[in-house]
């Protein structure tokens, strides 16, 4: 199904946020995220302990995405309950001193569509709509990035898309 979606950047990704698979696209703009593995995996580790992982963000935009991830993290462990949730969130309040202060907010929110701009280094800003489809289990999510209507996304996510998978293997 992935490769069905040749003009919009799809993944499939846990509800705790490491990414299962991704099409060409997505492959572009976010790089392998499938290789990775344990907390690193998540997006929302990526983000509290990398710096590389906001190097791909508008700097006005990292307050938001933060508050978001971490409201995201607390109601899929608050719905899962389970060690590999708990471990998240325990390495994460151990590491990250933002991740802390946000986390004793005690947000809870579910992502389920959302607007992200992504600095990608050859196409420019790209303003995508996310939208996330939920399987039934709650466990995994379809997250489809479209391109914001006004904006020039479309068009540079052609480019992106003419370049190939760019040595993905």
């Known amino acids: 199904m992935l490769d069905r979606l040749s003009d919009v950047p799809a993944q499939v990704m846990t509800d705790l946020g490491a990414t299962l698979a ?9 790089g392998d995220l499938t290789r990775l593995r344990g907390a690193t995996g998540t997006v ?5 302990t990398d710096p590389r992982a906001r190097g791909g963000y508008p700097v006005q935009d990292h307050a938001t995405e933060s508050r978001a991830l971490v409201a995201d993290l607390r109601a899929a462990a608050v719905r899962r309950d389970d060690p590999q949730a708990k471990d998240l969130v325990d390495r994460l309040r151990r590491v990250s001193p933002e991740f ?8 809870v929110g579910v992502m389920r ?3 992200k701009r992504i600095q990608h280094p050859e196409a420019g800003l790209l303003e995508l709509d996310c939208q996330v489809l939920v399987d039934e289990e709650r466990t995994q999510i379809l997250a489809l990035f479209s391109p914001a209507a006004g904006t020039s996304t ?11 998978p760019l040595g993905r293997v």
């Open 113 to 115: 569509s959302r607007r």
């Open 154 to 164: 479309t068009e540079r996510l052609t480019l992106l898309g003419s370049l190939g």
């Open 44 to 48: 929302v580790y990526r983000w509290f």
């Open 22 to 30: 991704q099409n060409d696209l997505a492959w572009a703009i976010f």
């Open 100 to 107: 802390e202060a946000l986390w004793r907010l005690h947000s």
